[in-house]
């Protein structure tokens, strides 16, 4: 009995000791390592001092953007994303991009498994062919960081790697003559080449297609072009292999007339972005099959060109899952079929340019239209000629963020049941045949952008000056027949930027608090009947 608490509580200690020696916790580097941080420092151009903590009195492991294995003391990642660009430079950046050269000290960091060097400015310099050895690495990111040049396919040899992203953001900075390399890439989960020239890499459908791992593939802008992949018209045939991809964009290619046919084979796509492709004919019968889509993109292109068919498919009703459609800029034509709202999560439709038109007696949208749509936001169908036939006290019960409805025929009245969308940001009703006043709860909206040209809006806009917000940033009322002077109620919207109000009938002086506006960009008074002295002190361009 006795013998064998004792040897419990031996067992006891022995696995505490060996936890707590395999957590050590504040691990130290190796001086090896260390050494190649410094080196590696040493070349690059760092004028805003990132990279301060870098000193060798200090443990690595305590650098900023280097972090050890807690078990063992190595460096396992670099941490040193630049600033974002989005991010203007008014903004409290943190960071400064780091530019120079890259030592091939890093090389000593064998034990690496993360690298973001992303959104850095390496100006020009080729990816270091030497990357290819850091074998551990399971995370490479070189997007945006200014490299140029032919891809090394020594990358090929990172054979953990599971992301690697290589955009770039200008078009054709880096290169690929051929894509072979990748195959050796067998556990690669997320690629992303956006805008790198491939459009000699022609093998690259199959090379990919030998990569079963892969979940997200981004290709836009790559050239990629028919001509250019063996396989040519037997994509039709084509089987692809890398059936757990969720994310697929092809986007600016030229993928031949045809959607290929193996796009739809990929049934746990969530999202697929085809837009400015040279697509055409109808939407394909196999679209139905990707259903758990939630995005879907296949804006700008060429589809239903010469084709009669009814404006959207029944095929697309059965995508129940989509949350963003954009099928805007192609051909569709006649009218937006009632079984769109069996999609009933979509926030985002956009029907821009098409050919939709009331020239059919269908080309028109109903109350119950709008109203089965329940979860929509977005709705973007300018440039189509659809009626809108709703009753004079309807409410819809959506609340929209954005109606880009330009074209459609919604004159002469100016829709009223707009009043009840409180949180509208965009409004395009140009060219929609509306000829009345501007009713006055219009400027005392939600409302940021406002387009209302090509109208026969009439009286005086004096209702401009009965604000009480201030959001407004964007005034088109170009085109119309507004009379009297311009109110001079500007310093009520101290956010504008863009006032058109060419082309009107405006009368009198200019008002002084327009030239109060300090974001103002563009300021159209043309073709207008006004008089006296127009005095700048700020640099816009008056048109
Ligand atoms: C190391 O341990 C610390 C403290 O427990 C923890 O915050 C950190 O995430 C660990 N680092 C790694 C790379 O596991
Ligand atoms: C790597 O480390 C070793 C030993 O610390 C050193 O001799 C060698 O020069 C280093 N290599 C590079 C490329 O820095
Ligand atoms: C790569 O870096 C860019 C820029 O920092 C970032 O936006 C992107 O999400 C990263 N890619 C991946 C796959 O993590
Ligand atoms: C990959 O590594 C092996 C062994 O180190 C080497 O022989 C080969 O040339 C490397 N291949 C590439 C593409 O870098
Ligand atoms: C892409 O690469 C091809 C082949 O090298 C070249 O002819 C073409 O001009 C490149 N495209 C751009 C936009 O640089
Ligand atoms: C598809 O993937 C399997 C491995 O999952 C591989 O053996 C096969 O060669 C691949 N097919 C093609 C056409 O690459
Ligand atoms: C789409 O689904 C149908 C019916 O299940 C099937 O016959 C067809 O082959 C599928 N299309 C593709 C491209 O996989
Ligand atoms: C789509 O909606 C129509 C009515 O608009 C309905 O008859 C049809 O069954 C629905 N289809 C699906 C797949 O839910
Ligand atoms: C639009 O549809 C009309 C017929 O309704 C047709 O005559 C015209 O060619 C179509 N335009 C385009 C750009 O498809
Ligand atoms: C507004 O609608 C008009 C007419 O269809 C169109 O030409 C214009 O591009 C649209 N504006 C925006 C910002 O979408
Ligand atoms: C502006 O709108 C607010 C709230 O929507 C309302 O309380 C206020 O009376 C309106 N002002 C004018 C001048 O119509
Ligand atoms: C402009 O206003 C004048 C009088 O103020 C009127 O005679 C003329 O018809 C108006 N023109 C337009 C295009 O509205």
Redesign the pocket.
Known sequence: MGGSTHFSVFLLVAIILLCSSTKTVNATCYASEKQALLDFKKDLEDPFGRLSSWIHDVDCCKWKGVVCSNRSGRVIQLLLEGPDPEIDDFGDQEISALSGKISHSLQNLTHLRYLDLSLNDFSGIPIPSFFGSLRSLRYLNLSGAGFQGMVPYQLGNLSSLRTLSLETYRVSDLQVDNLQWLAGLSNLEHLDMSRVNLSTASNWLEVINTIPSLVEIHLPYCQLDLISHHLGRDTFVFHANFSSLTVLDLSGNFLGHLIPRWIFGLTALASLDLSDNSFEGPLPRDLRNLTSLKLLDLSRNYLNVNHFATFLPSQLSTLTALISLDLGDNHFRGSIPSSIANISNLQHLDLSYNNLSSSLPKGIVSESHLDNLAALRIFEASGNSLTLKVSASWTPRTQFQTLGWGSWKLGPQFPTWIRSQ?FLDVLNLSFTGISDTIP??LF??SLKYIYLSHNQLHGKSSNIS????QVLQYLDLGKNCLSGEIPDCWMNYPFMYHINLNSNNFTGSIPRSLFKLEDLEYLGLGNNSLTGPITFDFDAELW
Do not use: G, R
């Not at 009965?466 to 917000?469: P, R, T, V």
């Open positions: 409180k006055s709860w005392n909206s009965e604000n009480e917000n």
